[in-house]
């Protein structure tokens, strides 16, 4: 049985929505497709920021 990461993932990201973070839920690969970019022309602080 494989271990439920994203299951632990989700949890951790309500559980600090509900203490008033900002939580944004998104693919790992999503995240590493924009990242490169994001650090060329500089908006990859302000997207995560957004």
Same mark, same amino acid.
């Given at each position: 049985?494989?271990?439920? !990461?994203? *299951?632990?993932?989700?949890? @951790? #990201? *309500? @559980?600090? #929505?509900?203490? #008033?973070?900002?939580? !944004?839920?998104?693919?790992? /690969?999503?995240?590493?497709?924009? @990242?490169? #970019? ?7 602080? /302000?997207?995560?920021? /957004?």
């Amino acid at each position: 049985m494989a271990p439920a !990461r994203p *299951h632990i993932a989700q949890a @951790l #990201g *309500h @559980l600090a #929505g509900r203490q #008033g973070a900002t939580v !944004r839920f998104t693919k790992t /690969s999503r995240v590493m497709a924009e @990242l490169p #970019g994001g650090h060329a022309d500089r908006t990859w602080a /302000s997207a995560c920021e /957004s």
